[in-house]
């Protein structure tokens, strides 16, 4: 009699787990979901024009569902950008460069997975115009991610010089600058006319020249 009390209380308890971690799965695959659809949102009105009304109704929640995940409008623009740039690390930059002639390579990939991407790439866009803006809630995002990225090609560029793959007067920081500009450049004309652009080839193109520019003599 107690076995059977015993296996019972397990069988329950198993079950609790499953019904759990099933519970845990739907609300994960509705989080996904919804950060998905705020992506579109995003692209297409901005952040301002955007409206969690509209972003619930596409994922067929009610706005107290969504809230349910995310405590604002602008708590999920800021969830979409971390998972955006989450991504982009894990996909590409998890591993540290061993040349620039490899980071370089990986900047292209990265331009490729964008073009299979075309909502963030509208997102990316859109937000950044908007959050030229101070009060825009992606303003210090923005701001932190650019200084972030620029630090990380300086730090990459100057081991470079340092390896002897580079010229010693490479100017690092404005190489840095030249190189994020070109690549959100391509990404605004690539938007406009997908068809008539093919950003990765261009960005290897630009790239395969200034690494020749600026690479020491004698440098394959």
Known sequence: MAQDTERKGAQVAKGSKGTA?????????????????????????????????RIAADCGITQGG???HFRGKEDLLLSVLAQSERHDV?????????????????VVDLAADNERRPGIVRMFNTLVGESGNPDHPAH??????????LGYTVELLEAGVARGELRPDTDC????????????????QWVL???????????RGFLDRLLRDIAATGTP
């Open 90 to 106: 894990e996909r590409l930059f998890s591993v540290p460069a061993e040349s620039v002639a490899a980071h370089f390579a990986t």
């Open 66 to 68: 969504l809230l349910h």
């Open 140 to 149: 210090a995002y923005f701001t932190q991610r650019y200084t972030r990225v």
């Open 173 to 188: 920081e404005g190489v840095g600058r030249e190189i994020l500009a070109v690549m959100d450049g391509l990404q605004i």
């Open 193 to 203: 006319a997908p068809a008539s652009l093919d950003m990765p080839a261009r960005l």
């Open 21 to 53: 971690r099933g519970t845990y799965a739907v609300g994960d695959a509705r989080r996904q979901k919804i950060l998905d659809t705020a992506v579109e949102h995003f692209a297409q009105w901005g952040f301002n024009a955007s409206s969690l009304a």
